[in-house]
Nanobody, 122 residues
Framework: QVQLEESGGGLVQAGGSLRLSCAAS????????MGWFRQAPGKEREFVAA????????SYADSVKGRFIISSDNAKSTVYLQMNSLKPEDTAVYYC???????????????WGQGTQVTVSS
């Protein structure tokens, strides 16, 4: 079992930055890859970014490339999503997830956090 807890969401103006954190706990975390997804009201959950714990492989959605950075601190068992140059369309609930591979498909992730709200005002 893996437990995930997101934090760091909030309200920010367009062009601003936020850093989301995902604290992970459980056995054999190193065998999992970590992903960030988001879901806006009335829309399906969509992939944002994913990475192995080692950072050896990362993947980003085209909509966030060059603006968002996924990173991890193995000592703290925490994954981060640094979000820069935020836009109103980034407004969503952001979820952290753990899965076996670096994958863009939500169904490939076995464990999910409760989510944290990010609101970007124009």
């Amino acid at each position: 079992q893996v437990q995930l807890e997101e934090s760091g969401g909030g309200l920010v103006q367009a062009g601003g930055s936020l850093r989301l954190s995902c604290a992970a706990s459980g056995r054999t975390l190193s065998r999992y890859s970590m992903g960030w997804f988001r879901q806006a009201p009335g829309k399906e959950r969509e992939f944002v970014a994913a990475s192995r714990w080692s950072g050896s492989r990362t993947s980003y959605a085209d909509s966030v490339k060059g603006r968002f950075i996924i990173s991890s601190d193995n000592a703290k068992s925490t994954v981060y999503l640094q979000m820069n140059s935020l836009k109103p369309e980034d407004t969503a609930v952001y979820y952290c997830a753990a899965g076996i591979g670096v994958d863009t498909r939500a169904r490939e992730y076995d464990y999910w956090g409760q989510g944290t709200q990010v609101t970007v005002s124009s």
